[in-house]
T-cell receptor, first 110, second 115 residues
Framework: GQNIDQPTEMTATEGAIVQINCTYQTSGFNGLFWYQQHAGEAPTFLSYNVLDGLEEKGRFSSFLSRSKGYSYLLLKELQMKDSASYLCAVLSGGYNKLIFGAGTRLAVHP | DAMVIQNPRYQVTQFGKPVTLSCSQTLNHNVMYWYQQKSSQAPKLLFHYYDKDFNNEADTPDNFQSRRPNTSFCFLDIRSPGLGDAAMYLC??????????????FGPGTRLTVL
């Protein structure tokens, strides 16, 4: 079966660092995406990992370990506008479908 | 700017009254997707088109149909909406389906209310 797990909710303080974990079990793996979704809006692309290791993009970094079926999204210097849901999604299967996790709702407080 | 456009942003319909949601793209992408997303849940893929090839998910109800008359447009038809079909409907596109070509670009969504 296809399964993607991530924490339901997290809270953090403005200016701090937060790590959002994602574990997956999928039939096939062709890459892992992280998307940000503000309430009532469409998901927007944050990062893509297909090889093991860390990808850094400004305040956001994403890590992948394929052998462990594990990824994390690291957000540094948190800002209030980072309050959103963060969706982990794996590209999998014959049609390379994007399988989404339920998302982690992050609340940043002053 | 190249983008994915969905109309309308908010749609209200009555129980059992057919409704059509539309999506257009200026990205010239090969693949278009329709997702259903309910509150605090993951987007659920309903179907997708690779060019003109239609791919239905096994658990997509027969009540949901789709049309893609050309590269730019894709429609979602809900033949007889039930209360359980109230959700956000997201349209997305991608260049391809392998690696980074599988990155999906989402439209703003249509929030459907069923009365």
């Amino acid at each position: 079966g296809q399964n993607i797990d991530q924490p339901t909710e997290m809270t953090a303080t403005e200016g701090a660092i937060v790590q959002i974990n994602c574990t997956y079990q999928t039939s096939g793996f062709n890459g892992l995406f992280w998307y940000q979704q503000h309430a009532g809006e469409a998901p927007t692309f944050l990062s893509y990992n297909v090889l093991d290791g860390l990808e850094e993009k400004g305040r956001f970094s994403s890590f992948l370990s394929r052998s462990k079926g594990y990824s994390y999204l690291l957000l540094k210097e948190l800002q209030m506008k980072d309050s959103a849901s963060y969706l982990c999604a794996v590209l999998s299967g014959g049609y390379n479908k994007l399988i989404f996790g339920a998302g982690t709702r992050l609340a940043v407080h002053p | 700017d190249a983008m994915v456009i969905q109309n309308p942003r908010y749609q209200v319909t009555q129980f059992g009254k057919p409704v059509t949601l539309s999506c257009s793209q200026t990205l010239n992408h090969n693949v278009m997707y329709w997702y259903q997303q309910k509150s605090s849940q993951a987007p659920k893929l309903l179907f997708h088109y690779y060019d003109k090839d239609f791919n239905n998910e096994a658990d997509t109800p027969d009540n949901f149909q789709s049309r893609r008359p050309n590269t730019s447009f894709c429609f979602l038809d809900i033949r007889s909406p039930g209360l359980g079909d109230a959700a956000m409907y997201l349209c997305a596109t991608s260049r391809g389906q392998g690696g980074l070509t599988g990155e999906q670009f989402f439209g703003p969504g249509t929030r459907l209310t069923v009365l």
